[in-house]
């Protein structure tokens, strides 16, 4: 059974990943705590994975109580950098109590700069970290970002050590070492540019006893068509034992998902173009492209994912903001108003389905979302396609976990 902490959860790939074998070969699972700080990632992950929040508790608390509950925490309201007390005060309390309730029912950490290695479950098996990208991305130009995973760069890359703080408190006070640690991040990690790094971290985890194994893997083998190339590796608590080693070695090999291609899901099976229902035909409406000189640009330069008569094979990768070039792609759309082009963009429907989440997963966020002052709703389009584009491919994580859960089962003495 894998029983895991799950930091950097975001909206909760692994815990979707989890529950579909846990659906389809009655997989044991249990996710002892999430950590996150995206204040809309927290009330996101809690809603599809909880499902709808009852209030009850947090609406009999005034809206002092439920900033003495939040303001000790390190919180972000952008994903970027920690929000201030005063950004905090001026949440609105549906947020507050929203938020507060999240953390509870997702056990959240919050924060991994506020963790303690002796702060987790001792029957943990297994930590994921997908930490930040955004400093190792070929396109960290944009974020004004250059200094990669250097543990000295005090970018949001580098609280990727703070996982090595975590582990090495855990080792110090001589707790239970999780079995398995799983990182996923983007391909550019493995790069020239970043390998010294890299390399330093794999071999922080080799002194506190681990072997590490690196795939990278693209998500159209997977059952998803969209060419997203990331890397993921597992790291597998090994310590001394050589045979221990070389059995999960062999294993890994024998089964190399490197070479796995599964049949995958058309694109046409994906994307919402049927407009004779209404949904589709709101969302499609509300992601038309403006007919601006750049806007134009944008549609010239990028994929073509369907011009009404023929879809393409492979969407290119689910960036965090469809509005800008590169993105994941255009579609032909007809149905032209005032200042819009003949096109449009994914909506975050499509971004989350193209991550392997489940249409139902999407749609409890839009049945549960909720009104945020006088900014509209909480989830608003820009805010969930974030969301999606931060995410890991559902699918992947799925094999991955296969794989993790036999070497539990079978290697290790349980």
Not at 12 to 33: E, H, R
Not at 233 to 245: A, C, H, P, T
Not at 357 to 367: P, S
Request: aromatic residues 10%; contains cysteine; neutral net charge.
């Amino acid at each position: 059974m894998l029983k895991m902490v799950e930091t950097f959860s975001g909206i909760g790939a692994q815990a979707k990943a989890l529950l579909n074998l846990n659906q389809k070969y009655n997989y044991d699972f249990d996710i002892l705590n999430t950590a996150d700080w995206d204040i809309s990632a927290i009330i996101a992950y809690d809603i599809i994975h909880n499902k709808k929040q009852n209030l009850t508790l947090y609406e009999k608390m005034s809206k002092e109580a439920l900033l003495e509950k939040i303001l000790p925490l390190t919180l972000s309201t952008d994903g970027k950098k920690p929000a201030t007390k005063e950004a905090l005060k001026r949440l609105n309390i549906d947020v507050l109590r929203r938020l507060c309730c999240a953390i509870d029912r997702s056990k959240n950490l919050i924060s991994v700069t506020d963790i303690n290695g002796c702060d987790l479950p001792d029957d943990m098996n297994i930590l994921t970290y997908s930490f930040p990208c955004q400093d190792l991305s070929i396109a960290r130009a944009w974020h004004g970002s250059s200094g990669g995973i250097d543990r000295n760069a005090n970018n949001r890359s580098s609280m990727l050590w703070q996982i090595e703080r975590i582990l090495k408190e855990r080792k110090e006070a001589n707790k239970i070492m999780p079995r398995f640690l799983l990182m996923e991040n983007v391909r550019n990690i493995a790069s020239k540019e970043h390998e010294a790094n890299f390399i330093e971290w794999q071999n922080s985890l080799e002194k506190l006893g681990y072997f590490n194994y690196v795939y990278k893997l693209n998500a159209k083998n997977f059952g998803i068509p969209q060419n997203r190339v990331r890397v993921y590796m597992i790291s597998f608590l090994v310590d001394d034992d050589e045979d221990l080693k070389n059995t999960i070695l062999e294993f890994i090999h024998n089964n190399d998902l490197a070479k796995l291609k599964l049949d995958s899901k058309n694109v046409a099976d994906i994307l919402r173009t049927d407009y004779s229902n209404s949904l589709y035909k709101y969302e499609a409406d509300a992601n038309q492209i403006n007919d601006t000189k750049s806007r134009r640009d944008i549609c010239k330069n990028n994929a073509l994912l369907y011009d009404y008569t023929n879809f393409i094979d492979l969407v290119p990768t689910i960036t965090t903001k469809q509005d800008r070039h590169p993105n994941s792609g255009v579609i032909k759309y007809k149905n032209k108003k005032l200042g819009k082009c003949d096109f449009r963009y994914l909506t975050p429907r499509e971004c989350f389905m193209l991550m392997g989440f489940d249409e139902q997963d999407f749609q409890i966020l839009l049945d549960n979302n909720f009104n945020n002052k006088k900014n509209g709703k909480f989830f608003s389009d820009a805010k969930l396609i974030k969301m999606a584009g931060n995410s890991i491919v559902v699918n992947v994580l799925e094999e991955i976990f296969k794989q993790i859960n036999f070497i539990n089962d079978n290697f290790y003495q349980n």
